[in-house]
C-alpha cells in the first residue's frame, strides 16, 4: 500500500502543487464562513480544514479529494457549543469558551465512530446509493455552494451587513465576470497551468496595485468578528480531559451530536468520493476514507480544529485544476497552515469577488445540467426522487436528503417489484393444476401472490412452481407456508417444485409435515433467503 502511495505523490507533481496552492486560496474564506456559522474563532475552523485535510491526503482512500471544515458539519456544531456555553457560564467557577471544550471531546467520538464504520466496512454501502439520488446530491449541493456565496454580497454598514449597492455591487460583479472569463478562456489557450490559480492572481493584482475598494479576505474575517489569520501551530488540547465533569447530566447531548456529525460527515464524504470517482473513471476506498475521516476528527479533538469532512467544492476546484495524486491535498493543506503561520497579511488582501467567481464556476460544473434533458424520459418515480433529493439538500441538509432519497427509491423499487409476480396456470394430462410463478416473492409482493390461488374452486391435485421466482424473505416464506396449508386443510395434494434449499429448510422446520409435499430436482434453485438485516448480501 505504502509504495503505492509513493508512487502517487510522484506521479504529476507540477499540476498537485499549482492545484494544491490554489485549493488553499479557495479553502480560507470557507473556513472562516463556517466557524463563524458554528460560532467559534475562525482560526479553529482553519486550524480543522489543515488537519482534515493533511491526514485524508495521506491516509484517504481517495487521491485529489479535498477534506476540511463545512457548513454541513456546521450547522450540527452550533447547538451544543452553545449548551457548553451556557453551563460554563452558570458553574460556580465560570469556564470561558466551555462549548467549544465540549466540541472537541465529541469530535473524539465522531472520530471513534468513523473508524469503526471503515472497520466494519460500511463504506461499500455507498454504492447501493442509486443514481437519481446522486444527480439529485448534486443538484441541490450545487445550489447551496451557489446561495452561499450570496452572503459575500454584503457589507458591514454601521456594524450592519447590507447588501452592496451601487458603485461596490458593479465592482464585485465585475470583479466575478472577470474571474469567471479568465477561468472559462484560459484552458482554451493552454492547460499547463490551473486556471483558477491564475483568475485569482490577476484579479488581485488588480484591485492590490489599482487600490480599489472591495470587500477581501481580511475585511469578511473583521466583519465576522474575527481578529484576522494571523496565528500559531495548533496546540494540545490537554485540557479537555479535566473537563468532563462539566458535561454532567448532558452525555446524551455529547453522543447525539456525536453521531449526526459521523453520519453527515461519512455521507458527505462518501458521496463526494463517488463523484469524484465517476469525474476520473478511477475508483476509491470508501472504507479507508471512513479511517482517514475518523482518524482526522480525533486528531481536530486533540489539537483544537473544528472537524470537518469532505468538500465537494473544493475537490472539484482540485481535479478541474489538474490535481490528480494525493500530492495536491497534502499541498492545500499545508499552504493553508502557511497562510496562518506567515502569510496572513497577503492572503487577507485577496478579493473576495475573486473566490466568489471561482465558486460559481464550480457551481456550474458541479450542477447536473443533463438532468433537465432526461427528466420527462426518465421514470415519474426517478424524475420525483432526483427533484426531492435536490429541494431537501438545499432546505434541510445532505444527510437527510440522501436518506430521504434512498428510503424513497427503495419504496418505489419494492412497490414495482410487488406488481411483477405473475402465476401462469396449466393443466397436466393427470389433470393436476400447475401454478407456475414468476417474479420475486417478498414482503411486498405477498397480498398479489395470495390472489392468485383458488383453493375451494382448484382439482383435487395443485403444484406450485417456482422454476422462474425466487423466495426472498420471511414474508416470502410464510406466504408461501400459508398458502399451502390452505389446501392441505381443504383435503387437496399439493406439491411444491424448485425450492432452494434454504427455503426448503425453513419451510420444513416450521411444518415438518411439508417433507412430503416438497419435491426435489436436479434443477433446484439455490440462493439465500434474508430472514433479518444481518442476513443482507451487499
Known amino acids: 500500500m505504502w509504495q503505492k502511495t509513493i508512487k502517487n505523490f510522484t506521479q504529476n507533481p507540477k499540476n498537485d502543487i499549482l492545484s494544491g496552492l490554489t485549493v488553499a486560496l479557495a479553502l480560507v474564506p470557507e473556513a472562516v464562513a463556517f466557524a463563524f456559522v458554528a460560532g467559534i474563532d475562525p482560526l479553529v475552523g482553519l486550524y480543522g480544514a489543515f488537519m482534515m485535510g493533511i491526514i485524508t491526503a495521506l491516509f484517504g482512500g481517495r487521491p485529489g479529494m479535498i477534506s476540511g471544515a463545512t457548513g454541513a458539519m456546521a450547522?450540527?456544531?452550533?447547538?451544543?457549543?452553545?449548551?457548553?456555553?451556557?453551563?460554563?457560564?452558570?458553574?460556580?467557577?465560570?469556564?470561558?469558551?466551555?462549548?467549544?471544550?465540549?466540541?472537541?471531546?465529541?469530535?473524539?467520538?465522531?472520530?471513534?465512530?468513523?473508524?469503526?464504520?471503515?472497520?466494519?466496512?460500511?463504506?461499500?454501502?455507498?454504492?447501493?446509493?442509486?443514481?437519481?439520488?446522486?444527480?439529485?446530491?448534486?443538484?441541490?449541493?450545487?445550489i447551496v455552494i451557489f446561495l452561499s456565496q450570496l452572503g459575500l454580497f454584503k457589507?458591514?454598514?454601521?456594524?450592519?451587513?447590507?447588501?452592496?449597492?451601487?458603485?461596490?455591487?458593479?465592482?464585485?460583479?465585475?470583479?466575478?465576470?472577470?474571474?469567471?472569463?479568465?477561468?472559462?478562456?484560459?484552458?482554451?489557450?493552454?492547460?499547463?497551468?490551473?486556471?483558477?490559480?491564475?483568475?485569482?492572481?490577476?484579479?488581485?493584482?488588480?484591485?492590490?496595485?489599482?487600490?480599489?475598494?472591495?470587500?477581501?479576505?481580511?475585511?469578511?474575517?473583521?466583519?465576522?468578528?474575527?481578529?484576522?489569520?494571523?496565528?500559531?501551530?495548533?496546540?494540545?488540547?490537554?485540557?479537555?480531559?479535566?473537563?468532563?465533569?462539566?458535561?454532567?447530566?448532558?452525555?446524551?447531548?455529547?453522543?447525539?451530536?456525536?453521531m449526526i456529525l459521523a453520519a453527515v460527515g461519512l455521507i458527505e464524504s462518501l458521496m463526494t468520493l463517488n463523484l469524484i470517482d465517476e469525474m476520473t473513471e478511477t475508483r476509491g476506498s470508501g472504507n479507508r476514507e471512513c479511517v482517514a475521516q475518523g482518524g482526522a476528527n480525533i486528531l481536530n479533538g486533540l489539537f483544537g480544529g473544528m472537524g470537518g469532512c469532505a468538500m465537494i467544492g473544493q475537490s472539484i476546484i482540485n481535479i478541474n485544476s489538474g490535481g490528480r495524486g494525493r500530492l495536491s491535498g497534502a499541498v492545500a493543506a499545508v499552504a493553508l497552515l502557511c497562510f496562518v503561520l506567515f502569510g496572513a497579511?497577503?492572503?487577507?488582501?485577496?478579493?473576495?469577488?475573486?473566490?466568489?467567481?471561482?465558486?460559481?464556476?464550480?457551481?456550474?460544473?458541479?450542477?447536473?445540467?443533463?438532468?433537465?434533458?432526461?427528466?420527462?424520459?426518465?421514470?415519474?418515480?426517478?424524475?420525483?426522487?432526483?427533484?426531492?433529493v435536490s429541494a431537501i439538500t438545499v432546505w434541510q441538509d445532505l444527510a437527510i436528503a440522501v436518506i430521504a432519497g434512498v428510503i424513497m427509491s427503495a419504496l418505489s423499487f419494492a412497490w414495482k417489484s410487488a406488481t411483477r409476480i405473475r402465476a401462469r396456470k396449466r393443466i397436466k394430462d393427470d389433470g393436476t393444476k400447475v401454478y407456475e410463478i414468476w417474479g420475486p416473492l417478498f414482503f411486498g409482493s405477498t397480498t398479489a401472490f395470495n390472489n392468485k390461488f383458488d383453493v375451494s374452486g382448484d382439482p383435487e391435485a395443485i403444484e406450485i412452481d417456482f422454476i422462474e421466482s425466487k423466495v426472498s424473505d420471511h414474508s416470502g416464506v410464510e406466504a408461501l407456508r400459508n398458502i399451502a396449508n390452505k389446501y392441505l386443510d381443504a383435503g387437496k395434494k399439493v406439491t411444491l417444485t424448485h425450492l432452494s434449499p434454504d427455503c426448503k429448510e425453513m419451510l420444513i422446520k416450521w411444518n415438518p409435515e411439508f417433507n412430503t409435499i416438497i419435491q426435489d430436482a436436479i434443477d433446484d434453485p439455490r440462493y439465500h433467503v434474508v430472514t433479518d438485516m444481518m442476513d443482507a448480501e451487499v
Open 75 to 142: 450547522v450540527v456544531m452550533v447547538h451544543l457549543i452553545a449548551k457548553g456555553n451556557e453551563v460554563g457560564e452558570a458553574l460556580a467557577t465560570p469556564i470561558e469558551n466551555l462549548g467549544l471544550q465540549w466540541l472537541f471531546i465529541t469530535l473524539l467520538f465522531v472520530g471513534g465512530i468513523q473508524i469503526l464504520a471503515g472497520v466494519l466496512r460500511l463504506g461499500k454501502f455507498v454504492r447501493l446509493i442509486p443514481h437519481p439520488v446522486m444527480m439529485g446530491f448534486v443538484n441541490g449541493l450545487a
Open 155 to 258: 457589507e458591514n454598514v454601521g456594524g450592519e451587513m447590507t447588501w452592496l449597492q451601487g458603485t461596490n455591487l458593479w465592482l464585485m460583479l465585475g470583479l466575478v465576470a472577470l474571474t469567471m472569463a479568465i477561468m472559462y478562456g484560459l484552458p482554451k489557450l493552454t492547460k499547463k497551468i490551473p486556471a483558477a490559480l491564475i483568475a485569482i492572481v490577476v484579479v488581485a493584482a488588480i484591485v492590490i496595485f489599482g487600490k480599489i475598494d472591495v470587500s477581501t479576505v481580511g475585511s469578511f474575517i473583521k466583519d465576522g468578528g474575527g481578529d484576522g489569520l494571523q496565528g500559531g501551530l495548533p496546540t494540545f488540547q490537554d485540557q479537555i480531559f479535566t473537563l468532563f465533569y462539566t458535561i454532567g447530566d448532558h452525555w446524551g447531548l455529547i453522543f447525539s451530536t456525536a
Open 345 to 388: 497579511p497577503l492572503i487577507e488582501q485577496i478579493p473576495i469577488a475573486a473566490l466568489v467567481g471561482v465558486m460559481f464556476m464550480v457551481v456550474i460544473g458541479t450542477f447536473a445540467w443533463s438532468s433537465f434533458r432526461i427528466l420527462h424520459k426518465i421514470p415519474v418515480t426517478d424524475a420525483i426522487v432526483l427533484i426531492a
